[in-house]
């Protein structure tokens, strides 16, 4: 019997009636759990093939050739949070075991405990034996260690072992976010894959496609606002994306920069205009001021300013020691140190540079 499955965002999409009809043909529908309204959109928007996942095509499509080709080797996928790993390795079961795909895979993640036991005992378990489930072509089964950089290193030395004695009926699949943790051994049995943060252009369509989908009010701006502060991480541009929709109707740079408490890149302007121009006492006035009134936190402050010294044009000598000194507030002010005293210690270093800055123009 043929079966197939609706993904929710189908049903979502108002494709209830599709479910219907493949029912009313015979077909197999598998259901899985509506959307709802409150559904965060990062799961809603997850993408449920490969060829929904936005960048990253050379790896996608070598992952979908292996797949295909039933040659699927042991995977390690790395790279930073929110760039489609764990999306990708789900959209690859769900094409390899289709319907069967949750008797198929054995997914371990970061919230459960991944220690030496679990790799002797459910890991062990899994792998040993062979499955027998209707209307999967592939035999492989999927062993899935999502945030594997957290498993204690003794797992990881006990799972090289494993990986060997099972390969003929079990794939692994590792993913983490610093691949320096996973021990030499297991990365040298597994294929890797590195996701580097999303481009500016993949962020951007995959962007439109949603704000298509929830037919939202977004201006170029506000667009190009949400691109900046993701920073490439898919995951974190559609849930500022969310909150400044739940926030603001219109959704524009100011309402992106305010839902999120990021300064606005006019009042970084000012602040290094002041911190270029005024004298110590006025600038700390000024800035001070700001913060109250907008509840701007120094370390952003300090962030974005440090973005600024690296437009604006000066002696390398006086640029390098500048930087040096953002370096070393930002490092205190992550260590809990006073707001106050490091706005000094930010001022002082602007007024240090434009003394440097006189001395070389005489
Ligand atoms: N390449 C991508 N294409 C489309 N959507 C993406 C992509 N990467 C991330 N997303 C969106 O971000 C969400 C999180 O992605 P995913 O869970 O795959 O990230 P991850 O790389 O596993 O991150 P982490 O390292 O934090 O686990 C997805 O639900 C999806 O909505
Ligand atoms: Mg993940």
Known sequence: MAEEIISPMEIDGGASDEAMKAASKGKNVVVMAPFTKSTPWVEKYRPQSLADVAAHRDIVDTID?????????????????????????????????????????????????????????????????QSFSFGVKASVKLVLLDEADAMTKDAQFALRRVIEKYT???????????????????????????????????????????????????????????????????????????STHMASPHITEEAVYLCTGN???????QISF???????VTCYKHITDMKMRKGLALVDIVREVTMFIFKIKMPSDVRVHLINDMADIEYRLTFGCS?????????????????????CVK
């Open 65 to 129: 050739r292996l797949t295909s080709e039933n040659k699927l080797p042991h995977l390690l996928l790395y790279g930073p949070p929110g760039t489609g790993k764990t999306s990708t390795i789900l959209a690859v079961a769900r094409k390899i075991y289709g319907p069967q795909y949750h008797n198929m895979i054995l997914e371990l993640n970061a919230s459960d405990d991944r220690g030496i036991d679990v790799v002797r005992q459910q890991i062990q378990d899994f792998a040993s034996t």
């Open 339 to 359: 707001d106050k005293l490091q706005l000094g210690a930010l001022i002082a270093s602007f007024t240090k540079a434009r003394s440097a800055l006189v001395a």
């Open 263 to 269: 300064p606005m890149p006019k009042d970084i302007e």
């Open 168 to 242: 003929k009926n079990t794939r692994f699949a590792l993913i983490c976010n610093h691949v320096n943790k996973i021990i030499p051994a297991l990365q040298s049995r597994c294929t890797r894959f590195r996701f580097a943060p999303l481009d500016a252009t993949h962020v951007t369509e995959r962007l439109k496609h949603v704000i298509e989908s929830e037919r939202l009010d977004v201006d170029e701006n506000g667009l190009k606002a949400l691109v900046r502060l993701s920073n490439g991480d898919m995951r974190k541009a559609l849930n500022i994306l969310q």
């Open 274 to 280: 002041w911190l270029l121009n005024e004298v110590y």
